[in-house]
Nanobody, 125 residues
Framework: QVQLVESGGGVVQAGGSLRLSCAAS????????MGWFRQAPGKERECVTAISSGGRIYYADSVKGRFTISRDNAKNTLILQMNSLKPEDTAVYYC???????????????????WGQGTQVTVSS
């Protein structure tokens, strides 16, 4: 069983920054593929960014150049640095873990085995 706990959400003005963290339990965090997803009201959950166990990274076009994903395997922590935030980034953000050892970052939610509870990010205009 893997537990994921997100933190760092909040309210920020457009153009501002937020840093989300996801603390993971388990002794094999370094072998997990990890992802950040978001879901806005009335919309489907979408992959914002994902990182494979080997460090390969995917970014959605909407966040390229603004968001950065990183992982600290020694601390079992996944980070999402969000800069130049826009009102359309407003959503609940979730981190997720894929325990299969895949060589590529996974963007489909159904491949992920564990999910955090989510953290709200609100960007005001």
């Amino acid at each position: 069983q893997v537990q994921l706990v997100e933190s760092g959400g909040g309210v920020v003005q457009a153009g501002g920054s937020l840093r989300l963290s996801c603390a993971a339990s388990g002794r094999t965090f370094s072998s997990y593929g990890m992802g950040w997803f978001r879901q806005a009201p009335g919309k489907e959950r979408e992959c914002v960014t994902a990182i494979s166990s080997g460090g390969r990274i995917y970014y959605a076009d909407s966040v390229k150049g603004r968001f950065t994903i990183s992982r600290d395997n020694a601390k079992n922590t996944l980070i999402l640095q969000m800069n130049s935030l826009k009102p359309e980034d407003t959503a609940v953000y979730y981190c997720a873990a894929d325990v299969a050892r895949r060589s590529v970052p996974i963007i489909a939610p159904n491949y992920y085995d564990y999910w955090g509870q989510g953290t709200q990010v609100t960007v005001s205009s």
